[in-house]
């Protein structure tokens, strides 16, 4: 940025001594932003990076046109090329976007549009590109993010000069139509029309598909990093208890898709339309309708060009006034479509359990009440896009005509011909469109903040979720001194705060196979939990051996989708273990009769009852040999019988491991050498105490 910065400065310096020797305002003028682009250039330092790429274009831009502009003042711009010469106006107008770029980036919501857009644009992982007709090369994911969206950046500009360019085209094929004057006609059409229409034509389909292509690539990235954030160390876990983000798939795969879309479908027009507005303008400008005020002799110089200005800008804010109530209302119809999506997935998930309680009356008058709430909203939200489409398509109407309200009384006077007044009403058409952008753009915008705020409540609820796992004030999970499993001042609480486990000291691993017991309710698989290092809510520390592989098995295992093989090795990959050893653990948890089937993908987990996905569950243990392995009632489904034969297996096969057993029944004291028992305190909270054995 620097240098870049000191570049802008030394033209702007050239550019005010050069206006100073020849006079022209125009070049004084050009070196005079120059001079505050360069500071601004130089501040931009510190912006993000979403914003920085716009202000490199510009500054970049500024230098390039603002030295041509220099060159012709000069007569140093070679003659052949007269016609190209751009005249101050163009660099002057560039650093004004240079400057507005810096200013935008102290509005908050810019600042947390650029922070949500920003990391992309930096991301350095290499990824691999093709340039038809050039060979796959690997860059880097942020590198070429930048580079498309610089490159769609300038084609932007160059369509705004494509438009410009046809607006001329328009006035005088009018003009040659007006005067019947053939031989013009169809030199308009053929040189003129055909070759800048066909060029439009072309850069747009390339704008398509370098704009699709970033957007693809942007939206891949983003997904990929809020669910890796959202996956790391049972975040998605923590987040879900504390309640703090509802619908996390939607934030992933819709607000993502919408935030991405909507960024560029903003940035990237919102620039077109403003160097529109000032092309255009300068058009409106330049147009010579003298008015007069109203009983005065004094003539209002760019009359038209004020009209559209104060038109458009009245029409602009009273949709903003109208149209405001929309961002909530999106923002609720959002939520409330994703609870009933929410809803409708739950119920596939239970279909079974729902099935036999034959729950479906009140499933259905859930999943009618949720789409109930849908409607209430969505009665409000029309009434809102009511209120303003009135407004906008009474708006969009008017302009048809305006323009040649403005003007008939010049034309009828014969002061203007009828090239020049359909000129200023596409003019005047462009200035308001431009103009009204915001207005044809509310719903979209309204859908754009929802998005920008569920991603940012989203990355909050991320960062508070790890942040607790490095509070002072938490459970640490740490490596112990010896080799076994240590708890040390442990409090473990509920959610609200209120404590449900106190654990003073307790040690286990003492004996190598250990049984939990106690009361329903009296916190034994949180202390679980706590040891697993997924209890955010509580203070203490716990030890536990260093990089000692620690298993643990629920009541109810998780299956994933897909094959039997995948669903053993999980969360292992499939190819991890031989079918031998895969075949060798299921005979060894009497799962033989499925040993066939290890290929077959299924719904596993409502394909198998209760006790065989329990053994699965055992068969993933004996798979992975885990120094400790912790059993969360993982067999209480299983006959009494077939309980002791499964922890026989796991004696014999992992005879190295540390087994932690949370059960009911009293047979499974005979397979433990230690018994934990949950003791009540006066308060209301339990205690683990190492016990003698019964
Ligand atoms: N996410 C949660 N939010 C609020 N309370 C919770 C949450 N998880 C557990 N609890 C409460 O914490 C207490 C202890 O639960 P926990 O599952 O640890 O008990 P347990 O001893 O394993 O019970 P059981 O023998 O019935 O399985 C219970 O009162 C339970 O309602």
């Known amino acids: 940025m620097r240098p870049l910065s000191f570049a802008v400065a030394a033209l702007a310096v050239v550019a005010l001594v050069v206006g100073q020797q020849t006079g022209a305002a125009g070049t004084i003028g050009l070196g005079v932003v120059g001079l505050l682009l360069a500071a601004a250039t ?101 590198r070429m993010g930048v580079l498309l969206l610089v490159f769609l950046v300038v084609l932007n500009q160059l369509q705004v000069g494509i438009s410009l360019r046809l607006s001329f085209f328009n006035r005088d094929f009018y003009n040659a139509i007006q005067e019947k004057d053939a031989a013009s006609f169809w030199y308009q059409l053929i040189f003129v029309f055909s070759v800048w229409a066909g060029i439009s034509v072309v850069s747009n389909l390339i704008e398509l598909f370098a704009n699709y292509t970033l957007l693809i690539r942007w939206r891949r990235w983003m997904a ?84 559209a200005l104060f038109y458009s800008i009245a029409a602009t804010w009273i949709a903003h006034m109208i149209g405001k109530p929309l961002i909530s209302l999106e923002f609720e119809q959002e939520r409330r479509e994703a609870n009933f999506r929410f809803s409708l997935a739950r119920l596939r998930e239970y279909s079974e359990q729902i099935a036999l309680m034959r729950g479906e009356g009140a499933e259905q008058r859930h999943l009618s009440e949720r789409f109930g709430d849908i409607v209430a909203n969505f009665y409000r939200l029309v009434w809102a896009r009511l209120k303003l489409s009135t407004f906008t398509y009474s708006f969009g109407q008017a302009n048809v005509v305006v323009p040649y309200i403005l003007l008939a009384p010049h ?211 004996l798979l992975a040999k885990p120094d400790w392995l912790f059993l969360d009632e993982a067999t209480a489904s299983l006959d009494e019988k077939l309980e002791g034969e499964i922890y026989a297996t796991l004696d014999r096969e992992l005879p190295q491991a540390r087994i932690v057993s949370i059960g009911h029944r009293s047979t499974l004291r005979e397979m433990h050498d230690a018994v934990v028992t949950m003791e009540a305190n006066d308060d209301g909270t339990f205690t683990p105490r190492m016990a003698a054995k019964a």
């Open 411 to 621: 034309y009828f006077a014969n002061k203007i011909t009828l090239g020049i007044m359909t000129q200023v009403a596409s003019a005047f058409d462009r200035v308001q469109t431009a103009m009204s952008f915001f207005i044809s753009s509310y719903q979209a915008i309204a859908q754009y903040v929802a998005a920008i705020n569920r991603l940012t409540t989203f990355e909050t609820a991320i960062a508070q979720a790890r942040a607790a796992t490095i509070d002072d004030k938490t459970i640490h999970r740490a490596p112990a001194d010896g080799r076994d499993v240590h708890l040390a001042a442990v409090t473990l609480t509920l959610p609200n705060g209120s404590p449900i486990v106190r654990a003073d000291a307790l040690d286990l691993g003492a004996a190598r196979r250990t049984l939990v017991v106690g009361p329903s309710g009296s916190g034994k698989s949180t202390l679980f939990r706590a040891i697993a290092g997924i209890w955010p809510f509580g203070e203490g520390r716990v030890g536990i051996p260093a990089d000692a592989d620690i298993m643990l098995l629920p009541q109810r295992p998780y299956l994933p989708q897909g094959t039997l093989r995948a669903a053993l090795a999980y969360p292992a990959e499939a190819v991890v273990y031989s079918d031998d050893a895969i075949r060798e653990a299921m005979d060894k948890v009497k799962l033989g009769h499925l040993r066939d089937r290890l290929d077959e993908i299924d719904l596993w987990g409502q394909r198998l009852s209760g006790g065989e996905q329990q053994r699965l569950a055992v068969a993933r243990a």
């Open 42 to 142: 130089f501040r931009a330092q510190t912006i993000a990076t979403f914003l920085k790429i716009f202000s490199v274009i510009f500054a970049v831009e500024y230098v390039l046109t603002g030295a041509a502009a220099v060159l012709a003042q000069t007569g140093f711009w070679p003659a052949s090329l007269q016609a190209l010469a751009p005249p101050p106006s163009l660099p002057i107008t560039i650093a004004v976007f240079g400057l507005v770029v810096y200013g935008i980036s102290f509005v908050p919501a810019i600042q947390r549009i650029a922070r949500l857009a920003s990391p992309y644009f930096e991301a350095p992982e290499r990824t691999t590109a093709t340039l038809w007709p050039a060979k796959p090369f690997s860059i880097g994911t942020g």
């Open 224 to 307: 990929e990093k809020f669910s890796a954030a959202w996956l790391r160390q049972g975040t998605h876990y923590r987040v879900a208890l504390a309640g703090t983000a509802d619908n996390p798939d939607q934030r992933i795969a819709e607000d993502t898709r919408a935030f991405v879309n909507n960024t560029y479908n903003f940035a990237l027009p919102l620039l077109t339309q403003v160097s529109t507005l000032v092309s255009f303008s300068i058009i409106l400008w330049s147009i010579p309708v003298a008015s007069m005020v109203p009983g005065t002799e004094i003539s209002i110089p760019g009359f038209i060009f004020w009209m």
